[in-house]
């Protein structure tokens, strides 16, 4: 099903190409099947009839990053971002997904399920892959590379109410995303130590599910929506100020791709747009705080040095780009360096780098580069896709180690 | 197309960089001109050698090739209106030399203009033609088009800074133009004559141009015309007291709206025009001629003289003129971006039977120029679906040309003829000269393979 007020945006396209530069597939291919441009020209000829559905064809869209820039780029306000979004849903709705997405589907909608495999992947990369060194890899990153899991869920073990430190200013909902809560509970732990000692007590409801953004960007839209509809009933409530992510792609799908979903589906979006309205990254809600940031106030002779990569969901769906800086420069002991092209994709983009390696590497490339050359310690970014594909892509001797924003500060927070 | 001589094809090049499925064709079959053609063929060559082996095979058995770039050309240059084979050359993009010392670059055709203007601009120096496509045209774009830009009517165009080229011809041969040296006038000028040539005289794989040493500042002043023949009295006033702006641009009273509608950015929107006027070169020197500037400004009427007292707030003044194209395309879903050109006296005239115009077809046309070169870019505003405006929309573009011509001008300043303007050239073209040019096309390219339907 394709949304006809999406059809409409196709006939503004002056075909100017003006969204090419800016392409991070085009870049590297230098193919107008992997540019924007090309892109939406196929979609307009496949809904006028003279295209059909063919697997060239889904490669051809599905090698798209979703990363937002050619929408952003565009002057005749095409809004690619939502033709790519749901002429994916016809292309899954023809083709079906490949066998092991239907299995990472199967997971991300069914919470036990996914604990299981993280529970199995944990043994597996201790047993396996460590023991061994072996120089295998998933896409372009070495297996010894990739992330442990955590012991066990993060939320079931930081409890659904963590009360604030001292004198309790006001009260927020922490979604926190598959990553946090089932590998990287050291971002989750930074968070709540961050925004409880602001004076904010934090709702970490358990039964909130995986917000299914990697579910329907893929196409399959009517597959998601029991998930996507029951977060929406647990983050719909008036009494919390607002709901924080950690994870860019969680929070552009909520503040962003989850009310275009409804939209074009045809279903209510009320609940949809108040949800949406109260998302925040966790950075925008602590700058708020910047005057009373409990932080540690001392100098040292030789700074850290800390670049930024703005996360394409973060940069482009959320319009969040100056809060993690300026949480950045509050610290006294790191010094930020601008990389170029900050908000240039990473080429991770969730399962994107397993399946089309090459394109990947290629944006990877340009931006490991750009990284380098800021002769950065450290890599800070607000995304755990991000952070995946950027440690395992930063293997030099040398390279900086990344890790998200509010892991940082919650390091320099005052005991 | 036989299957047996694609197959020769694609062996050139290997499968890897060929391609013929429906999807990859659509995307070929188009830029932004308004019609549209599906070649059989697309080949993304490597090489000289490459593309020389793909013109014997397209030669022997008589088949259309059109060379691509980017393609955001605006005369429909690289539509493969006769099928065949579209060469897309962007993957050739390499910058094999830059000669600081001598001032020279050697580039593949793919390299973008905007990315090579950066490296050059590390070693201090210039590469001044900017179309206004710069982020995405390939220099072998702006050489099959002569490209200018804002700053033609200071620096030149692309014409101006070539050097030598490598060309491969119809049957296949390489033909080496020019050189390295800065002063050449051995034999005819046959860069010059490939230049502007729009890919049917033979395909471009390597280009030499000049560069030149980056000016050290720059300075911006804008000026709110009430009156439009007051801003084009001030230019020509500017340009007669020995200044030569390196952008000189005009936006009229339909584009200031909706670039203020869409932007806010406190334009007034009732005054006739708005001039950006930028001067480069020495600091030293700068500040005598924005205040020269600024008094010419003011003797002819200006409303108010802004000058900018620093980068940023220059960079503030030029983005009234970097979202005009944005803010009108924003308003409906085509535009076409016309570039008929007049001598600069005839500017305010133009520019007033452009307004008659879309009065009398009942079209929505904003007028933006390069003031300075009397170079018009009216957008002319429709929707394709709707049959009777694209008749309206043709009917006042060919009148925007008849009016350029009558005032002593030229049917493209910049765009180049391509499909949009083929049928127009023997207004501009007299016997002799179309029949010069038939007979260039015909001793290059016999058999007319390359780039047909276009220009000749
Ligand atoms: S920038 Fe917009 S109008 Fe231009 S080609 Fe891309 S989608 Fe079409
Ligand atoms: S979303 Fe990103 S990758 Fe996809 S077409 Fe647009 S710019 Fe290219």
């Keep these: 099903m394709f949304a006809e007020a999406i059809k409409e945006d196709l006939y503004s396209c002056l075909k100017c190409a003006m969204c090419q530069p800016v392409c991070p597939t085009y870049r590297v291919m230098r193919m107008e099947r992997y540019a924007p441009r090309g892109r939406v020209q196929m979609v307009k000829k496949y809904l006028e009839g003279d295209l059909s559905i063919t697997k060239s064809l889904q490669e051809a869209l599905m090698s798209c990053i979703l990363c937002e820039a050619c929408?952003?780029?565009?002057?005749?306000?095409?809004?690619?971002?939502?033709?790519?979004?749901n002429m994916r849903m016809e292309l899954h709705e023809t083709l079906g997904p490949k066998f092991a997405k239907k299995a990472l589907f199967a997971a991300l909608q069914d919470p036990l399920l996914m604990r299981l495999g993280a529970g199995i992947a944990r043994v597996g990369s201790r047993m396996i892959v460590a023991p061994l060194n072996i120089e295998w890899k998933l896409g372009n990153i070495p297996l010894n590379r990739l992330p442990v899991f955590n012991r066990s869920s993060f939320r079931s073990r930081v409890g659904e109410i963590v009360p604030a430190k001292g004198a309790r200013v006001g009260r927020v909902l922490y979604f926190t995303g598959c990553a946090t809560d089932l590998i990287n509970e050291d971002v989750g732990r930074a968070v709540v130590k961050v925004l409880t000692s602001l004076g904010l007590e934090v709702l970490v409801p358990r039964d909130q599910v995986c917000c299914s953004v990697p579910i329907f960007l893929s196409g399959a839209r009517r597959e998601a929506l029991p998930n996507v509809q029951k977060n929406l009933d647990i983050l719909d409530r008036t009494d919390v100020d607002a709901i924080v992510?950690?994870?860019?792609?969680?929070?552009?799908?909520?503040?962003?791709?989850?009310?275009?979903?409804?939209?074009?589906?045809?279903?209510?979006?009320?609940?949809?747009?108040?949800?949406?309205?109260?998302?925040?990254?966790?950075?925008?809600?602590?700058?708020?705080?910047?005057?009373?940031?409990?932080?540690?106030?001392?100098?040292?002779?030789?700074?850290?040095?800390?670049?930024?990569?703005?996360?394409?969901?973060?940069?482009?769906?959320?319009?969040?780009?100056?809060?993690?800086?300026?949480?950045?420069?509050?610290?006294?002991?790191?010094?930020?360096?601008?990389?170029?092209?900050?908000?240039?994709?990473?080429?991770?983009?969730?399962?994107?780098?397993?399946?089309?390696?090459?394109?990947s590497a290629g944006v990877t490339s340009r931006k490991t580069a750009n990284i380098r050359a800021t002769g950065a310690q450290t890599v800070a970014t607000g995304c755990p896709g991000c952070r995946l594909t950027l440690t395992g892509n930063l293997l030099k001797t040398g390279d900086p180690t990344v890790v998200h924003t509010l892991q940082l500060l919650a390091e320099r927070l005052r005991a | 197309m036989e299957d047996r001589?694609?197959?020769?094809?694609?062996?050139?090049?290997?499968?890897?960089?060929?391609?013929?499925?429906?999807?990859?064709?659509?995307?070929?079959?188009?830029?932004?001109?308004?019609?549209?053609?599906?070649?059989d063929l697309v080949l993304y060559p490597l090489s000289t050698e490459e593309v020389s082996a793909i013109m014997k095979i397209a030669y022997r058995e008589g088949i259309p090739v059109t060379p691509r770039g980017s393609?955001?050309?605006?005369?429909?240059?690289?539509?493969?209106?006769?099928?065949?084979?579209?060469?897309?050359?962007?993957?050739?993009?390499?910058?094999?030399?830059?000669?600081?010392?001598?001032?020279?670059?050697?580039?593949?055709?793919g390299v973008i203009n905007f990315e090579f203007q950066q490296e050059v601009a590390k070693y201090g120096l210039m590469y001044p033609p900017d179309p206004s496509s710069w982020k995405m045209a390939t220099m072998g774009g702006t050489v099959g088009t002569n490209s200018g830009g804002p700053k033609t009517l200071k620096y030149g165009v692309t014409r101006d800074y070539l050097l030598g080229l490598t060309v491969v011809l119809a049957n296949g041969d390489v033909l080496r133009t020019g050189g390295l040296a800065i002063k050449n006038v051995t034999g005819y000028d046959l860069t010059r004559l490939i230049c502007g040539s729009e890919g049917t005289l033979g395909i471009v794989t390597e280009i030499?141009?000049?560069?030149?040493?980056?000016?050290?500042?720059?300075?911006?002043?804008?000026?709110?015309?009430?009156?439009?023949?007051?801003?084009?009295?001030?230019?020509?006033?500017?340009?007669?007291?020995?200044?030569?702006p390196a952008g000189l641009e005009l936006m009229d009273r339909v584009v200031i709206s909706a670039v203020e509608a869409d932007a806010k950015l406190g334009l007034p929107t009732d005054v006739d025009a708005i001039l950006l006027i930028e001067v480069d070169g020495d600091p030293?020197?700068?500040?005598?001629?924005?205040?020269?500037?600024?008094?010419?400004?003011?003797?002819?009427?200006?409303?108010?003289?802004?000058?900018?007292?620093?980068?940023?707030?220059?960079?503030?003044?030029?983005?009234?003129?970097?979202?005009?194209?944005?803010?009108?395309?924003?308003?409906?879903?085509?535009?076409?971006?016309?570039?008929?050109?007049?001598?600069?006296?005839?500017?305010?005239?133009?520019?007033?039977?452009?307004?008659?115009?879309?009065?009398?077809?009942?079209?929505?046309?904003?007028?933006?120029?390069?003031?300075?070169?009397?170079?018009?870019?009216?957008?002319?505003?429709?929707?394709?679906?709707?049959?009777?405006?694209?008749?309206?929309?043709?009917?006042?573009?060919?009148?925007?040309f008849r009016a350029a011509l009558s005032l002593g001008g030229t049917l493209s300043g910049e765009h180049g003829i391509g499909m949009a303007k083929a049928r127009f050239l023997p207004m501009e073209l007299d016997e002799v000269a179309m029949s010069v040019t038939r007979r260039i096309k015909e001793s290059l390219d016999p058999k007319k393979i390359l780039n047909p339907g276009k220009f000749v």
């Design chain 1, 71 to 85: 929408a952003q780029a565009c002057p005749s306000g095409v809004r690619l971002d939502r033709v790519f979004e």
């Design chain 1, 245 to 359: 992510v950690d994870c860019a792609t969680c929070g552009g799908g909520l503040k962003k791709a989850v009310p275009h979903l409804m939209e074009d589906l045809g279903l209510d979006t009320e609940k949809a747009h108040r949800v949406a309205s109260k998302i925040k990254d966790v950075s925008e809600v602590v700058v708020e705080y910047l005057e009373e940031l409990p932080i540690e106030r001392k100098t040292k002779e030789s700074p850290l040095t800390v670049t930024y990569h703005d996360p394409c969901h973060m940069v482009r769906s959320m319009k969040v780009s100056t809060p993690p800086r300026q949480l950045l420069a509050a610290m006294d002991d790191v010094r930020f360096v601008e990389m170029a092209g900050a908000d240039q994709c990473c080429g991770g983009a969730g399962s994107f780098q397993f399946e089309h390696v090459e394109i």
């Design chain 2, 5 to 39: 001589v694609k197959k020769e094809l694609i062996a050139v090049v290997g499968p890897d960089r060929a391609t013929d499925k429906p999807e990859d064709l659509v995307a070929y079959s188009l830029d932004p001109h308004i019609e549209e053609h599906l070649p």
């Design chain 2, 71 to 109: 393609g955001t050309n605006l005369a429909g240059e690289t539509v493969p209106v006769k099928g065949g084979i579209v060469l897309a050359m962007s993957k050739m993009d390499a910058i094999l030399q830059i000669d600081s010392d001598n001032r020279v670059a050697r580039v593949q055709p």
């Design chain 2, 208 to 244: 030499i141009v000049r560069l030149i040493p980056k000016p050290r500042a720059s300075r911006t002043v804008r000026a709110d015309f009430p009156r439009l023949e007051d801003s084009s009295n001030a230019v020509a006033a500017i340009i007669g007291a020995g200044i030569l």
């Design chain 2, 284 to 400: 030293e020197g700068l500040d005598a001629q924005v205040r020269k500037i600024e008094k010419i400004l003011e003797d002819n009427k200006a409303r108010t003289v802004m000058a900018a007292a620093n980068a940023e707030e220059a960079d503030k003044l030029w983005t009234a003129r970097r979202s005009a194209v944005s803010a009108m395309a924003r308003l409906r879903p085509n535009t076409a971006l016309e570039d008929a050109t007049v001598p600069v006296s005839n500017l305010t005239e133009m520019i007033r039977r452009t307004v008659d115009i879309a009065k009398k077809y009942n079209l929505q046309i904003g007028v933006l120029a390069h003031a300075g070169d009397g170079n018009l870019h009216p957008l002319v505003l429709f929707d394709q679906r709707d049959k009777n405006e694209l008749q309206r929309v043709e009917a006042a573009t060919e009148e925007i």
